[in-house]
């Protein structure tokens, strides 16, 4: 499957502590975005990365690339209770039209 | 705000009448795609149009439809509704597959 899976399925943390998920894949890839969906709305669209970068930052955010063992990771720094969401890794992958979505990381930020 | 609105944001049908999902592309946009999400589960994609072209389609039966107008705007149509169609609809609108997509709000069906 192209699918990416994200890992782990859910964290919990108390608030100001880091939150690290990770996607995995086994296609290749031109990028790879990182959404978060709050209480089944729409997707916030978080940030991209293409298949030739291997890190970057936004904010509190910081994503990270390994093509050679097709992987990503999401750090989200000094989290906060509003950071409480799911968050999904997509694929885009050569030759292709659409985002593969994984099954998402569901993190709860307690206060 | 991603500036992707989505019409209405909730609806409940009865099992085999049509539905049509409406969404508008933020501006400059021409590519749509649209998503179906279960609840619990990622996002599953249904088509994508280009330029007012179905431009790639995902493993979506035939009574899955849609269309795009001239000014990028999009329906998607559901006939003959079932069950299992009841999830999250999600449009999301982007300028070419490079620079990312950007989802609406979605619309939540509910078939019963």
């Given at each position: 499957s192209q699918q990416g899976e994200e890992d782990p399925q859910a964290l919990s943390i108390q608030e100001g502590e880091n939150a690290t998920m990770n996607c995995s894949y086994k296609t290749s890839i031109n990028n790879l975005q990182w959404y978060r969906q709050n209480s089944g709305r729409g997707l916030v669209h978080l940030i991209l990365i293409r298949s030739n970068e291997r890190e970057k930052h936004s904010g509190r955010l910081r994503v990270t690339l390994d093509t050679s063992k097709k992987s990503s990771s999401l750090l989200i720094t000094?989290?906060?209770?509003?950071?409480t969401a799911s968050y999904f890794c997509a694929l885009s992958t050569s030759g292709t039209y659409k985002y593969i979505f994984g099954t998402g990381t569901r993190l709860k930020v307690l206060a | 705000e991603t500036g992707v609105t989505q019409s209405p944001t909730h609806l409940i049908k009865t099992r085999g009448q049509q539905v049509t999902l409406r969404c508008s592309s933020q501006s400059g946009h021409n590519t749509v795609s649209w998503y179906q999400q279960a609840l619990g589960q990622g996002p599953q994609f249904i088509f994508q149009y280009y330029r007012e072209e179905e431009n790639g389609r995902g493993n979506f039966p035939p009574r899955f439809s849609g269309l795009q107008f001239p000014n990028y705007s999009s329906e998607l149509n559901v006939n003959a509704?079932?069950?299992?169609?009841s999830a999250l609809y999600l449009c999301a609108s982007s300028?070419?597959?490079?620079l990312g997509a950007f989802f609406g709000q979605g619309t939540r069906l509910t078939v019963v």
């Open positions: 000094a989290s906060r209770a509003a950071d | 509704l079932e069950l299992d169609d300028l070419g597959g490079a």
